[in-house]
């Protein structure tokens, strides 16, 4: 499982079909095209963090607006 | 298998060479539940959380005069004739994880009920990238064919040379103890496995209480806070009750989040005077820390600043690291000063933290006073615990909700408790 796939497992996870994942792709952007405020970005970072074993940082969730930089973030950690 | 005699005569062997090697790698520290030493009984189930391959060395140096039959993965078996041999004389029951032979649950009870004592890690396997697997149902349905007791154990896997390995052991529990009416035979099982993972993984807050010494240096501020905390109650005149009335007497044990209403300034006061024999950290906006020489102070005193207008996830993972450390940490979920004492909305910060870090909630409210020498009363809720509404590893938005809300209602309990007694 790639680490698009595993986003968009654990974004199922927290948001249980609040979102409709099919929808998503890497150019989706997180606030505008899929309406996730602080608070949700907030969880959801919570909950990657759980699932990849990495740490974020502030200047993390400033570069945060399309779901390709979460994809890029998690793998820069991982990596 | 290999004949009785010769397992113990074995592990005897084992146990003299290796005692000396494994204390040096493992250096164990032991901590007990409560921090009471009770007298294990002759045969027993041994189950511990999964941290390495080596949790079976450590069992053996840390129970040296007992004779442990431990469940091992078949995957070992295949690792050659020699392994497979050690495994065997070491007196290893075989564990077909993929299979459907399930000769091992025979065993394991035949073990028990000829006075031995069984090993068992529940998860199965290692943990991958430090997240621990699932606890299978194969303990709990020994546990109901046996009348033995299960004793759980937790290790934090610290092993090495350069590092110290901490267990706790807990009470002895029956495992029927924790049935539940009107579930169906598959339901029982999952229901006394959560009970048994979370009661395992509850020991962790006992090793990070123990841990702290009474007075640290790398905590001198605030412990001298807290002795000045001691000593407040003789000036401030705080009593402290449940929502029922009665006194509260409780004492917080390991990491824990105390959530407050806030109407003043005095609120972070109040909470150290209430649990001064704790040390403290306590989140605070980003207005209160300005100028270096306030900031440095507060620091010293246990503030973490938070950034209240973005997303702060560096102070919200410090948090959550003090909190597995096993302190307390207090957040006045409403976000600000609220003069007016009504709880009308909180944040869900303080449940999301104690999500994280596995600790439970502890619902206050501080009646709002005057003047600073009034009599005032603080009310301290049910304790809330995350685990009793989400068992997941990531927890959903609607589980997030929901405990918010139970905080919500408590706290709200609180201040009405308070507002009668006024």
């Known amino acids: ?79 | 298998m290999k004949s009785k005699w010769f397992i113990n005569l074995f592990l005897v062997i084992t146990k003299l060479t290796g005692y000396i090697p494994a204390m040096l790698l493992f250096k164990p520290r032991i901590y007990r539940e409560d921090g009471v030493k009770t007298r294990l009984p002759k045969s027993f189930m041994l189950v511990s959380n999964h941290k390495s391959l080596l949790d079976f060395a450590l069992y053996l140096a840390v129970f040296p005069f007992r004779t442990i039959r431990f469940l091992m993965a078949e995957v070992l078996y295949n690792k050659g004739k020699f392994f497979s041999f050690l495994l065997n004389s070491w007196g290893g029951i075989k564990v077909e994880r993929e299979g459907r032979d399930f000769s091992f649950v025979a065993d394991s009870i035949e073990v028990l009920d000829n006075g031995g004592i069984v090993g068992i890690f529940p998860e199965g396997r290692l943990p991958v990238n430090g997240k621990p697997w699932p606890f299978t149902t194969s303990t709990a349905f020994i546990a109901t064919n046996t009348d033995k007791p299960i004793v759980p154990v937790y290790t934090d896997g610290n092993y090495g040379i350069f590092k110290r390995a901490n267990i706790c052991i807990g009470k002895p529990i029956y495992l029927t103890d924790y049935i539940k009416e009107g579930l169906s035979e598959e339901e029982q099982l999952q229901n006394l496995t959560d009970a048994l993972e979370k009661k395992i993984y509850s020991l962790k807050s006992e090793i990070g209480q123990k841990r702290h010494r009474l007075f640290d240096f790398r905590h001198l501020p605030m412990d001298i806070a807290r002795l000045v905390c001691s000593v407040l109650p003789l000036i401030l005149r705080i009593k402290r009750r449940t929502p029922e009335g009665e006194k509260y007497r409780k004492r917080i044990k390991g990491g824990a989040v105390v959530a407050a209403n806030h109407t003043s300034f005095a609120d972070p006061f109040i909470v150290g005077v209430t649990f001064w024999y704790r040390r403290l950290y306590f989140l605070v906006a980003e207005i209160v820390m300005k100028g270096k020489l306030r900031s440095l102070l507060l620091k010293g005193v246990g503030a973490i600043k938070i950034d209240r207008k973005s997303a702060d996830i560096e102070a919200i993972n410090k948090s959550i690291k003090k909190l597995e450390e096993g302190y307390l940490l207090t957040v006045f979920p409403q976000g600000g000063i609220n003069r007016e004492d009504d709880i009308d909305t909180i944040k869900s910060g303080a449940v999301l933290m104690a999500i994280r870090a596995g600790t439970p909630i502890i619902p206050m409210h501080i009646m709002p006073c005057n003047r600073w020498y009034n009599m005032r009363t603080v009310v301290i809720g049910e304790t809330i615990d995350p685990r009793d509404f989400c068992q997941k590893k990531i927890p959903s938005t609607t589980d997030i909700n929901n405990i918010t809300n139970a905080l919500f209602n408590e706290l709200n309990r609180c201040k009405n408790a308070n507002d009668k007694a006024d």
């Open chain 1, 1 to 79: 499982m790639d680490t698009f796939e595993r986003l968009l497992k654990v974004c199922d996870a927290v948001f249980e079909g609040q979102i409709d994942t099919s929808i998503v792709t890497p150019e989706t952007l997180l606030r505008e095209d899929i309406s996730i405020n602080s608070i949700g970005l907030l969880y959801m970072a919570m909950a990657v963090e759980e699932e990849f074993n990495i740490k974020f940082t502030n200047d993390d969730f400033i570069d945060m607006k399309s779901v390709a930089d979460v994809i890029n973030i998690i793998e820069k950690k991982v990596s």
